[in-house]
């Protein structure tokens, strides 16, 4: 018996520049995209603890990114289970081809509501 492991639908916010305001700066349109196949977990005692220490920000859960996905999951809003989170620093990331699953991002987010 093989055990399937899938991930859920997350709604990411991604900008878009759409030119420039009168003071010279970017002005950005922002929609939702579905990204299918986003593993959500649930981030360790120890990581929760060293983020509030580094960041002061409360990690809620761990998000694992499908391989192939080319957004940007830097400092943005996500949505999932009805609520809204904000990423936390960096996706940390391995090389595709020596992960076996279906996942090579991982990403933090804070609860943003």
């Known amino acids: 018996m093989r ?5 859920i639908p997350v709604k990411l916010s991604v ?3 759409t030119g420039i305001d009168g003071f010279n700066r970017p002005t950005y349109e922002v929609f939702q995209e579905v990204v299918e196949n986003v593993l959500v977990g649930e981030p360790s005692a ?13 990690i809620a859960y ?3 990114i499908p ?17 809204k989170f904000r990423t936390i620093g960096l996706p940390t990331e391995g090389i595709e081809e020596n992960l076996p699953l279906s996942w090579n991002k991982k990403v933090k987010v804070e609860r943003y509501e």
Do not use: M, P
């Open 3 to 7: 055990l399937s492991i899938k991930g």
């Open 15 to 17: 900008k878009t520049q």
């Open 46 to 58: 120890e990581d929760v603890v060293n983020e509030l220490n580094l960041s002061g920000k409360r």
């Open 62 to 64: 761990t998000l694992a």
């Open 67 to 83: 391989k192939g996905d080319t957004h940007v999951w830097e400092d943005t809003e996500v949505e999932f289970f009805g609520r």
